[in-house]
């Protein structure tokens, strides 16, 4: 360490990526023998800051927080220094501020009209208007004359954003340096000595701030980190109007050397995480201090969970930087849970998740209901939503059971859970009310407090119970933090949506502690790295894509406008990037460099900057040999099992024999065993089924559909309930896209019907424009925050590639009809199902509909009709939406296809229409428009506007009308029996059955059927 004074009470000095903070934390503590309270030391990152503090306590020199620190957090200290009133918007503030200046001026613009979209332009306008602050950008002036529409649209929030920011006397984090800058400027005794290392090419609040500072403090010395750009110098500091002093031969050449250096490559990402874990365990057994051993990489919310895994596999302790995100607890998703439940309006399966959280007050629960109950009877009762809805169905329901002289047990357990949901819901009913969000919260955390949220239920060990406390103190803080007062007041409120948007948002960035080991290896990101110094660094993932990042700096701007307003382009990004890289490796006396030649799902290609260690003396290396893991474990009890060995370790003998006797025996051959749905006349569970199946319970053709293809498809979903999967497309389940595609037709339609309109050629346009504010209007329900979602969005409402998007291939399709006389008249016509309020046909009956089997048994069903068109004289097309494939007149036939023909017994009976013709209506991005399917073959002629396809001979369609009667009353027979037997022929499994992995179908049980003929043939199972 240079022991040496500085020669000027205010001075500039070179540093290069390899100056360690050494000599600026010696001035600084010279500096604070005059004034200790007003003598600042400034580092680029809380991690070195917290370290220097710590390094200087362990010398027996206690620091207080506040004089090593950041440059924001020195903004911030001395705002609230000097007025503790000043307000400085917190993320989440300036994101609801600009969401709400979307909504203001959604009108006018172009690119803000979707509220769909608001959540993730919000945070990409937020990182936007960050740069703008930072950088001191004239938006959109900046850009010339040749500005396009995006550019005004964007220039427009911006300008209301900075204004209300004015209006309300508040600062965003670039605006606050602005502000300690003007501080000084009026307050000049707040600096005494100053000491600022190692900020890298400062933007230029940053740099307005420092030279405040330079200019205030009686004692200033800037260590400035300085690397020539390719061409010209980089930033030399001359802004800061210091003497500086010369520049150091050493700062020139800066190059990676006076270390050792070693790179090694790996075939794959998990082999690197491996070989860089097995390289810390074996340090650490001969005899290196784990703190002296730190990894990084280039993203390490990417990396960390991969080293994570290996770690805690192999047995080092560790501590990190970083966490897993907050969302990640139970208590939070649990809690986020509650959002979802009154922000979706109270559906089954939300109720159902509330129901099943382990963090509800036990004295909340009532009677013996368990969640499964409550959701079977709420599906049964034909609650789909709705707060409303669950009184008048259960009741309703109650009043059915009864007529039906359903056994008491059973109508108890109905009026349990109706009062399960009545109680839940005075609970949470507050919530429904928009209000300014810190009334809101005040209102959440009562409820989740009714709840029992904040008394965590007993844990299993005590790591788990703190993990438990951990995410429900981040919550709390959370909380806390939305609960401030608004700085907008009570100008705006917030609903259920719109707060568990902005918890969500909230929690985005939020961690919860992983590795706590104080004593562990240290796991940190790059740019954390700055002054730090260990014996040992892993620098991992060392690959193209993630350095040097080149994406583009701005989001919603291209190149050629980032030159244009001279923000950061991606050259200067890349030099950023190359300086903490040659940071990063002057902090330790060894390193390791590596990279994967894959991650699994694609090559990856080692970054430029590995070239170049190389070039400057750095050596190939073998990877170590990596240590046995459970994971290896696993895999070697595998080989054991394949051997027709019994593994030893981590297996108990009995399950392994359980679950080969399942395989090999139990599914093997004809499907006779409960594993294949064939439930025995023994069986504890017959009796409880035949309650829930038989001509007492009410059926809906799609499950009847299900039943006939697959009988264990049809237990698994209605008799187990089971739930599907959360799928990973961003898009949601097929079924979540075709409920959206319903729930806009049947408002666009019967708005029209309603006003005496029908859909004609000559109103084109007006019924496009309606139905795309009506699919936005749906969109608003359901906010969707990802660009996947928008983008198909687009399509689906105005095309891609200059063709018309679904809405209007419907609308061609609609305008082929308009000479027919058959119109449009019933939407979403529903029988036995509770009334969905506005969203059913007002003519719906709630009442399940009985109708006579040909073998004289009463079956009762429930439906909901998408579409029926009438004639004045009663004839009528019934017409159900398709948005994937769908059946065929063979398997109308056949009987795997009930829906049609069940609909029209169903409309003849409740309406006294005439059902003529059953059609399915295509719609999708491939086609659009009605296939008639079932008819009576003397009407083809008068529905020929539905394209009739197939041949049916005259009385053959009442006989197909009948047959579905007959089918139906034969597979509730098979149920009842407690025969749910797999699909007899798996080539007709549908694609997307969400079973698949968990009958004989999944792939790996199909792979071994190759060689042992496992799957029987449909004869064979008797
Ligand atoms: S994959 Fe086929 S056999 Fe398995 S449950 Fe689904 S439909 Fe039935």
Same mark, same amino acid.
């Given at each position: 360490m240079n022991q040496t004074k500085p020669a000027h009470q205010k001075s500039l000095q070179y540093i290069g990526p390899?100056?360690?903070p050494d000599e600026a934390l010696h001035s600084f503590l010279n500096l604070r023998e005059e004034a200790p309270l007003s003598t600042f030391l400034v580092v680029p990152t809380s991690r070195l800051a917290r370290s220097l503090r710590n390094q200087l306590l362990r010398q027996g020199l206690a620091i207080p927080e506040?004089?090593?620190?950041?440059l924001p957090e020195l903004a911030e200290f001395l705002i609230h220094q000097y007025d503790s009133n000043i307000r400085i918007l917190r993320k989440q503030e300036t994101a609801l501020l600009i969401r709400k200046i979307l909504q203001e001026q959604k009108d006018k613009?172009?690119?803000?009209?979707?509220?769909?979209?608001w959540g993730r332009q919000s945070t990409e306008l937020q990182k936007l208007f960050s740069i703008f602050s930072y950088r001191q950008v004239q938006f959109?002036?900046?850009?010339?004359?040749?500005?396009?529409e995006k550019a005004e649209d964007l220039g427009l929030i911006w300008k209301r954003y900075s204004q209300v920011l004015s209006e309300l006397g508040c600062f965003d984090r670039a605006g606050m340096l602005l502000q300690a800058a003007s501080i000084l400027q009026k307050k000049?005794?707040?600096?005494?000595g100053v000491v600022i290392y190692?900020?890298?090419?400062?933007?230029s609040a940053e740099q307005d701030f420092i030279q405040a500072i330079v200019t205030q403090s009686s004692h200033c010395i800037v260590y400035h980190p300085f690397i020539q750009k390719n061409s010209g110098n980089g930033d030399?500091?001359?802004?800061?109007?210091l003497p500086p002093e010369p520049v150091l031969e050493k700062i020139k050449n800066?190059?990676?050397?006076?270390n050792h250096i070693t790179v090694i490559q790996h075939s794959d990402t998990t082999t690197e995480m491996q070989a860089i874990a097995t390289a810390c365990k074996n340090l650490i057994k001969s005899?290196?201090?784990?703190?002296?051993i730190a990894v990084s990489f280039p993203d390490l919310s990417a990396g960390m969970p991969l080293l994570e895994e290996v770690f805690q596999d192999i047995g080092v302790l560790y501590s990190s930087s970083t966490g897993r995100?907050?969302?990640?607890?139970p208590v939070v998703v649990a809690t986020l849970q509650i959002c979802s439940l009154v922000s979706g309006s109270y559906t089954p399966e939300d109720v159902h998740a509330v129901l099943t959280?382990?963090?509800?007050?036990?004295?909340?629960r009532i009677g013996q209901i368990d969640a499964g109950t409550v959701d079977r009877l709420a599906h049964e009762a034909g609650v789909i939503q709705g707060g409303n809805q669950w009184k008048k169905g259960l009741n309703h329901f109650i009043e059915s059971q009864e007529k039906q002289n359903a056994p008491s047990a059973a109508i108890r357990r109905i009026e349990q859970t109706l009062s399960y949901f009545e109680h839940l819901h005075e609970i949470t009913r507050p919530l429904e009310t928009k209000t300014p969000p810190a009334e809101y919260v005040r209102k959440f955390r009562e409820v989740l407090e009714k709840l029992g949220f904040f008394d965590l239920p007993p844990a299993p060990d005590t790591s788990i119970a703190e993990q438990e406390q951990e995410g429900l103190d981040t919550l709390l803080l959370v909380l806390a933090d939305l609960a401030r007062?608004?700085?907008?007041?009570?100008?705006y409120t917030v609903g259920p949506s719109d707060f568990k948007s902005l918890l969500l948002q909230s929690l985005a960035g939020r961690k919860l502690p992983v590795g706590?080991?104080?004593h562990g290896v240290e796991i940190l990101g790059i740019r954390e790295l700055q002054g730090l110094s260990f014996e040992h660094l892993f620098l991992g993932r060392i690959t193209e894509d993630l350095i040097p990042k080149r994406s583009s700096?701005?989001?919603?701007?291209n190149d050629r406008e980032t030159a244009e307003l001279g923000t950061l382009q991606k050259s200067d990004l890349v030099r950023e990037e190359r300086f903490y890289f040659q940071r990063a490796c002057h902090s330790a006396k060894n390193i390791t460099l590596s990279y994967a030649?894959?991650?699994?799902k694609g090559t990856l290609i080692p970054s430029v900057l590995i070239a170049e260690a190389l070039s400057c003396g750095a050596s190939e290396t073998e990877p170590p040999e990596i240590i046995d893991s459970k994971k290896e474990e696993s895999m070697a009890a595998g080989r054991a099992l394949a051997a027709g060995e019994i593994p030893t370790g981590l297996y108990n003998p009995h399950s392994v024999a359980r679950r080969i006797f399942i395989e090999?025996?139990?599914?093997?051959?004809?499907?006779?065993?409960v594993f294949d749905g064939t439930i025995s =006349?023994? &069986?504890?569970?017959l009796p409880d089924l035949k309650e829930r199946t038989g001509y007492n319970h009410v059926y809906s053709p799609t499950a009847l559909e299900i039943y006939a293809v697959c009988p264990l498809r049809y237990f698994f979903r209605y008799l187990l309930r089971l739930k599907q999967p959360e799928t990973e497309d961003p898009l949601g389940s097929p079924a979540r896209r075709g409920e959206q595609i319903h729930e806009i037709l049947f408002r666009y339609l019967s708005d029209i019907r309603q006003n005496g309109m029908v859909i004609k050629k000559e109103n084109h346009m007006d019924n496009l424009t309606g139905l795309i504010a009506t699919a936005h209007a749906c969109a608003e329900d359901v906010i969707i925050d990802d660009p996947v979602v928008n983008v198909w969005f687009e399509h689906f409402t105005t095309?891609?590639?200059g063709t018309p998007g679904i809405l209007e291939q419907f609308l061609f399709s609609e305008e082929e009809r308009e000479?027919?006389?058959?119109?449009?008249?019933?939407? =979403?016509? &529903?029988?036995?199902?509770t009334q969905r309020s506005g969203r059913?046909?007002?003519?719906?009956?709630e009442n399940p509909l009985s109708l006579q089997s040909p073998e004289g048994h009463t079956i009762l069903l429930s439906g909901s009709i998408d579409r029926v068109d009438c004639t004045p004289e009663g004839k009528a097309v019934v017409l159900d939406y398709k948005t994937g494939s769908f059946a065929k007149l063979s398997d109308i036939k056949k009987g795997t296809a009930l829906q049609l023909p069940l609909y029209m017994a169903a409309l003849r009976e409740r309406t006294g229409l005439l059902p003529i013709c059953g059609a399915y209506y295509a719609i999708s991005e491939k086609e659009c428009g009605p296939k008639a399917i079932l008819f009576a073959p003397e009407e083809r002629d008068n529905i020929r506007g539905y394209h009739p396809s197939g041949k049916i001979e005259p009385g053959e369609f009442e006989m197909l009308i009948t047959s579905a009667l007959k089918h139906a009353d034969e597979m509730i027979g098979k149920a009842q029996e407690g025969l749910f037997p797999?699909?007899?022929?798996?080539?007709?499994?549908?694609?997307?059955?969400?079973f698949s992995t968990i009958c004989r179908k999944d792939p790996l049980r199909l792979l071994e059927s190759e060689q042992f003929n496992m799957i029987p043939k449909a004869e064979e199972k008797k």
């Amino acid at each position: 360490m240079n022991q040496t004074k500085p020669a000027h009470q205010k001075s500039l000095q070179y540093i290069g990526p390899e100056t360690p903070p050494d000599e600026a934390l010696h001035s600084f503590l010279n500096l604070r023998e005059e004034a200790p309270l007003s003598t600042f030391l400034v580092v680029p990152t809380s991690r070195l800051a917290r370290s220097l503090r710590n390094q200087l306590l362990r010398q027996g020199l206690a620091i207080p927080e506040p004089c090593i620190t950041t440059l924001p957090e020195l903004a911030e200290f001395l705002i609230h220094q000097y007025d503790s009133n000043i307000r400085i918007l917190r993320k989440q503030e300036t994101a609801l501020l600009i969401r709400k200046i979307l909504q203001e001026q959604k009108d006018k613009t172009l690119l803000f009209q979707s509220k769909s979209a608001w959540g993730r332009q919000s945070t990409e306008l937020q990182k936007l208007f960050s740069i703008f602050s930072y950088r001191q950008v004239q938006f959109p002036e900046g850009l010339g004359n040749n500005r396009s529409e995006k550019a005004e649209d964007l220039g427009l929030i911006w300008k209301r954003y900075s204004q209300v920011l004015s209006e309300l006397g508040c600062f965003d984090r670039a605006g606050m340096l602005l502000q300690a800058a003007s501080i000084l400027q009026k307050k000049s005794d707040l600096l005494k000595g100053v000491v600022i290392y190692g900020l890298f090419e400062p933007s230029s609040a940053e740099q307005d701030f420092i030279q405040a500072i330079v200019t205030q403090s009686s004692h200033c010395i800037v260590y400035h980190p300085f690397i020539q750009k390719n061409s010209g110098n980089g930033d030399d500091g001359t802004w800061l109007n210091l003497p500086p002093e010369p520049v150091l031969e050493k700062i020139k050449n800066s190059q990676i050397r006076e270390n050792h250096i070693t790179v090694i490559q790996h075939s794959d990402t998990t082999t690197e995480m491996q070989a860089i874990a097995t390289a810390c365990k074996n340090l650490i057994k001969s005899g290196t201090n784990p703190e002296q051993i730190a990894v990084s990489f280039p993203d390490l919310s990417a990396g960390m969970p991969l080293l994570e895994e290996v770690f805690q596999d192999i047995g080092v302790l560790y501590s990190s930087s970083t966490g897993r995100p907050a969302t990640s607890s139970p208590v939070v998703v649990a809690t986020l849970q509650i959002c979802s439940l009154v922000s979706g309006s109270y559906t089954p399966e939300d109720v159902h998740a509330v129901l099943t959280s382990p963090y509800l007050n036990n004295s909340f629960r009532i009677g013996q209901i368990d969640a499964g109950t409550v959701d079977r009877l709420a599906h049964e009762a034909g609650v789909i939503q709705g707060g409303n809805q669950w009184k008048k169905g259960l009741n309703h329901f109650i009043e059915s059971q009864e007529k039906q002289n359903a056994p008491s047990a059973a109508i108890r357990r109905i009026e349990q859970t109706l009062s399960y949901f009545e109680h839940l819901h005075e609970i949470t009913r507050p919530l429904e009310t928009k209000t300014p969000p810190a009334e809101y919260v005040r209102k959440f955390r009562e409820v989740l407090e009714k709840l029992g949220f904040f008394d965590l239920p007993p844990a299993p060990d005590t790591s788990i119970a703190e993990q438990e406390q951990e995410g429900l103190d981040t919550l709390l803080l959370v909380l806390a933090d939305l609960a401030r007062p608004a700085p907008f007041g009570d100008k705006y409120t917030v609903g259920p949506s719109d707060f568990k948007s902005l918890l969500l948002q909230s929690l985005a960035g939020r961690k919860l502690p992983v590795g706590k080991h104080s004593h562990g290896v240290e796991i940190l990101g790059i740019r954390e790295l700055q002054g730090l110094s260990f014996e040992h660094l892993f620098l991992g993932r060392i690959t193209e894509d993630l350095i040097p990042k080149r994406s583009s700096p701005l989001p919603w701007l291209n190149d050629r406008e980032t030159a244009e307003l001279g923000t950061l382009q991606k050259s200067d990004l890349v030099r950023e990037e190359r300086f903490y890289f040659q940071r990063a490796c002057h902090s330790a006396k060894n390193i390791t460099l590596s990279y994967a030649n894959s991650d699994g799902k694609g090559t990856l290609i080692p970054s430029v900057l590995i070239a170049e260690a190389l070039s400057c003396g750095a050596s190939e290396t073998e990877p170590p040999e990596i240590i046995d893991s459970k994971k290896e474990e696993s895999m070697a009890a595998g080989r054991a099992l394949a051997a027709g060995e019994i593994p030893t370790g981590l297996y108990n003998p009995h399950s392994v024999a359980r679950r080969i006797f399942i395989e090999a025996e139990a599914r093997t051959g004809p499907c006779t065993s409960v594993f294949d749905g064939t439930i025995s =006349e023994e &069986s504890e569970t017959l009796p409880d089924l035949k309650e829930r199946t038989g001509y007492n319970h009410v059926y809906s053709p799609t499950a009847l559909e299900i039943y006939a293809v697959c009988p264990l498809r049809y237990f698994f979903r209605y008799l187990l309930r089971l739930k599907q999967p959360e799928t990973e497309d961003p898009l949601g389940s097929p079924a979540r896209r075709g409920e959206q595609i319903h729930e806009i037709l049947f408002r666009y339609l019967s708005d029209i019907r309603q006003n005496g309109m029908v859909i004609k050629k000559e109103n084109h346009m007006d019924n496009l424009t309606g139905l795309i504010a009506t699919a936005h209007a749906c969109a608003e329900d359901v906010i969707i925050d990802d660009p996947v979602v928008n983008v198909w969005f687009e399509h689906f409402t105005t095309g891609k590639n200059g063709t018309p998007g679904i809405l209007e291939q419907f609308l061609f399709s609609e305008e082929e009809r308009e000479d027919d006389s058959f119109i449009p008249t019933l939407f =979403e016509y &529903s029988f036995g199902h509770t009334q969905r309020s506005g969203r059913c046909d007002p003519r719906s009956d709630e009442n399940p509909l009985s109708l006579q089997s040909p073998e004289g048994h009463t079956i009762l069903l429930s439906g909901s009709i998408d579409r029926v068109d009438c004639t004045p004289e009663g004839k009528a097309v019934v017409l159900d939406y398709k948005t994937g494939s769908f059946a065929k007149l063979s398997d109308i036939k056949k009987g795997t296809a009930l829906q049609l023909p069940l609909y029209m017994a169903a409309l003849r009976e409740r309406t006294g229409l005439l059902p003529i013709c059953g059609a399915y209506y295509a719609i999708s991005e491939k086609e659009c428009g009605p296939k008639a399917i079932l008819f009576a073959p003397e009407e083809r002629d008068n529905i020929r506007g539905y394209h009739p396809s197939g041949k049916i001979e005259p009385g053959e369609f009442e006989m197909l009308i009948t047959s579905a009667l007959k089918h139906a009353d034969e597979m509730i027979g098979k149920a009842q029996e407690g025969l749910f037997p797999l699909s007899s022929d798996l080539s007709h499994c549908p694609s997307y059955c969400e079973f698949s992995t968990i009958c004989r179908k999944d792939p790996l049980r199909l792979l071994e059927s190759e060689q042992f003929n496992m799957i029987p043939k449909a004869e064979e199972k008797k």
